[in-house]
């Protein structure tokens, strides 16, 4: 049986990208076979683990229970778009690497979109907060204390960048 | 797992949709939020030949409040119900449950019409339709609009009275009458998990203060949502958690034994009374 392919146009981390698929096509899978970009991961392929989280719209969403097609002409986040404008580590990231909140890194890229979205909802959470809002991602070696810091320190990241810019700004 | 090859309409308006699901509506499923669908097509759990995906019907994204109570549309993410503070002061029910709903990142998508129909034994959202005695608003080409009271909705697990080609279109959760307070609890091995037991509760006071309604609902202790009646045992809420429990007929399952999940309903039920009571009481 040859599948009828879809015509599918969305905007990945600001860059406008066209690839053809057929129905089926998870978004994830979407996102890695046809257009190359495999920093989202696949992990239970049913919504409960959280590694192939990515922000549609700005909003996180479990790209392995979205069709490819149902994403037509939405703008995508994945984890390649949670770093700098130059590349550099993003806040997030950066916070990750300062607390090893990664071990094995494969649940890394869910849990980066998840919080990136999370920070700019609620900039300065608890740690009660940091554990609630990482509670729907699965981490299979367990580093969540490491995680939960790393929630914590991104936050303080984002303020520290904040303020130097708020203060460049004074000075210039 | 891969979900199975399927033909794929992305209807643009409601009367297109009507009329697909008219055409192909015994081979075909309707996909809003898709929570619960596509992990079934993805374990290969069904497969239909066909997907009606609404995500489209932009004109179904809404949460209206009025005097009555909530207008909940097709299109409607459990976090809109979460974030909209009318639906929330008409109807505090639905937030307090709303959040129980898996993940947060899962209510981003997952739909509350769409929980309806899918009729989960153990979801939330049908229990708190039971509990407030609400309706859901079904449209087809063969029928019309027909509205089916919450107790005619929910036949059995995973079973609406929704049928093949009839699309739900809004949910109805009405505001509860005079001083009515309200409670949402469950205990899940996990935050966002399903629950062992889960438990809504209405309680309405007079102006003294005395108990003039009780009632409580449950998740995961039956085929479908399960409203006890305990108004009689006044605000003795030991007693009522205790005549509510009786009633219940749980099942055994790896989670839990039949008489643990109704051990938890005792003690949730109790709790959960008299949360809904303080709420209200003078």
Redesign the interface.
Known sequence: MTEQLHQITVTVNGVARRADAPARRLLADFLRMDLGLTGTHLGCEHGVCGACTVLMDGVPVRACLIFAVSADGHAITTVEGCCDSGGELGPVQQAFQECHGLQCGFCTPGFITTITAYLEENPKPTEEEAREAIGGNLCRCTGYQNIVAAVLRAAEILRERDADQAGAGGAA | ????????H?PDTVDEAVRLLAEHGAHAKV?AG??SL??M???RLTAPAR?I?V?RLDELAYVRTDLEGVRVGALARH?DVERATHAFEAVPLLRQAVRTV?????R??GTTVGSLVHADPCAEMPAVLALLDGEVLLRSERGGERVVKAADFFVGPMESSCQEDELAVEAYFPKPKGRTGTDWRELSR???DYAMCGVGTSVRVDESGSVTSAKAVYIGMGPVPRVVDVTAAGADWESAAEHAADQLDPEDDIHATAEYRRHLARILTARSLKAAYEAVAP
Do not use: C, E, F, W
């Open positions: 797992m891969k979900p199975p090859p399927v033909v794929y992305g996909l898709g929570q596509v992990p097509l993805n374990m997907l995906d995500n976090s898996a993940h947060p990142t899962i981003n998508r996990r935050n966002g």
